[in-house]
């Protein structure tokens, strides 16, 4: 176990209206200080198809996505004592700012990645007042989940009013 902190902050833009959240950046993504970059994560594919749209490849293709569908992404936990990249073994939570964030952009809907970030938001944050769904991991260790399950499951909570 290692204490370790998030290493890059919120991306957003003042056009910003659902934020996704997840617990804590893999290594992968600390690596690259950016969400979702282990390749096997479904992440980036689950939202091409929510939103009809290419797969993006490059972080700048992702920015540009994220962008144009009004995306914000960050995670529940700041810092914490964490083995590699199991969720499982996190301890020690600091948490994210997401009230701040929620002041300075217009967000509509909140939608939790996986059981660990529901599971830090619900209890670092228990009444926030944006809508808020959680959703199945995109991560290679819910392999129980096949893309089309996964993109339905997505899709209901991100589009529902």
Known sequence: ME?????????????????????????????????????????????????????????????????????ALWDVVESCEIKGSSDSSIRGVVP???????????????????????RYFRRFFPDFDVPTSAVPSTSPANAAWSLDMLADAWRSAIFSS
Do not use: M
Request: glycine letters at 8%; charged letters at 20%; a neutral charge.
């Open 3 to 71: 204490r370790v902190g998030h290493g890059f902050g919120p991306f957003y833009d003042g056009n910003s209206k659902i934020l996704i959240l997840g617990s804590f950046p893999s290594v992968r993504s600390r690596e690259a200080s950016f969400y979702y970059a282990h390749p096997q994560n479904r992440f980036w594919r689950v939202l091409a198809l929510l939103f009809d749209d290419d797969v993006p490849e490059t972080l700048f293709e992702k920015h540009c996505f994220l962008h144009s569908h009004g995306v």
């Open 96 to 118: 994210t700012d997401i009230s701040q964030l929620c002041r300075e952009i217009p967000i509509q809907r909140i939608i939790l990645n996986g059981r660990t970030a529901e």
